[in-house]
């Protein structure tokens, strides 16, 4: 069994700055890809930002330039830096992740979400 536990969610004016951290536990020999993910009132779940495990990234266009996704290997913690936050930022935001068992099975795991909401 794997954990992604999700943590830094809050409330933040319009104009600020959250730092999302998600940390993998359990059952793990190896981690490839990683990745966030959000999902407004309304809106399908989007795809922000994706990290291999070399440290490889891809953003989408709503969020280039403003959000940075980074990943600590040692830690199977990957983060997410969001600034210029502006309203329509909120929503609850995931991580998810690749994993391969030690029995050399491959999953893919998601976090419970945690709420991100950016005031005018």
């Known amino acids: 069994q794997v954990q992604l536990v999700e943590s830094g969610g809050g409330l933040v004016q319009a104009g600020g700055s959250l730092r999302l951290s998600c940390a993998a536990s359990?059952?793990?020999?190896?981690?490839?890809?990683m990745g966030w993910y959000r999902q407004a009132p309304g809106k399908q779940r989007e795809l922000l930002a994706t990290i291999t495990s070399g440290g490889r990234t891809n953003y989408a266009d709503s969020v280039q330039g403003r959000f940075t996704i980074s990943r600590d290997n040692a830690k199977n913690t990957v983060y997410l830096q969001m600034n210029s936050l502006k309203p329509e930022d909120t929503a609850v935001y995931y991580c998810?992740?690749?994993?391969?068992?030690?029995?050399?099975?491959?999953?893919?795991?998601w976090g419970q979400g945690t709420q991100v909401t950016v005031s005018s």
């Open positions: 359990g059952s793990i020999f190896l981690i490839n890809t």
């Open positions: 998810n992740a690749d994993v391969t068992t030690p029995r050399w099975v491959k999953y893919n795991y």
